[in-house]
């Protein structure tokens, strides 16, 4: 039991504090994926912002080079968790439990399909919580994340240092 708790201490160094070129461009690719997102749902009268979104930002322009940061990731993690919240939601109406399970289900999902996008988790919790109709998975799910990917690629490559994706599929 001692050494249980003894896990929970931690034990290893911050992280080095990123360059503030890293940071500025982390921001700005931050800002101008959310201007896309929220500025199309302006123009075209369409609900294409998720929660969620601004977590997949932190990711794609913070940690490109992750795995949770592709494009394989982004797209198929949001999908998949709105999916699954959607369908549970469906089956079993707006609960504690199955809001739990979807979630879970998510998780589990992503890992199998190697698709794991953390943002995505939080989708069930949303629909469970929002309760929109099955065009959610479109709307703002699918084309929103479609739409970060794009910018992502555009302006993560844009600086000599950058390169995004690492892979599609």
């Known amino acids: ?17 990123p360059a503030l070129r890293h940071v ?18 302006d123009i075209a009268h369409l609900p294409l912002v998720l929660g969620s979104f601004g977590a997949t930002c932190v990711l794609v322009f913070g940690f490109p080079e992750s795995p949770f940061s592709q494009p394989r990731n982004v797209i198929g993690g949001h999908f998949l968790a709105s999916l699954v919240g959607l369908l549970f939601l469906t089956l ?6 199955s809001m739990a399970l979807a979630v ?18 939080s989708n069930p919790v949303i629909v469970m919580l929002a309760a929109p109709a ?11 994340a479609v739409v970060i990917v ?10 000599q240092e ?6 599609w599929l």
């Open 134 to 144: 099955w065009g959610f998975l479109l709307m703002p799910t699918l084309i929103g």
């Open 162 to 167: 950058r390169s995004y994706p690492k892979y």
């Open 1 to 17: 039991m001692q050494n249980y708790f003894k896990k929970m201490r931690g034990g290893s160094a911050l992280p080095a504090r």
């Open 92 to 97: 079993f109406g707006a609960h504690w439990w």
């Open 104 to 121: 879970g289900t998510s998780i589990a999902l992503m890992q199998l399909t190697r698709t794991v996008h953390p943002p995505a988790g």
């Open 150 to 159: 794009l910018v992502a690629v555009i302006f993560n490559n844009l600086p």
């Open 24 to 41: 500025a461009l982390s921001w700005l690719g931050g800002f101008l994926a959310i201007t896309a997102v929220a500025g199309l749902t």
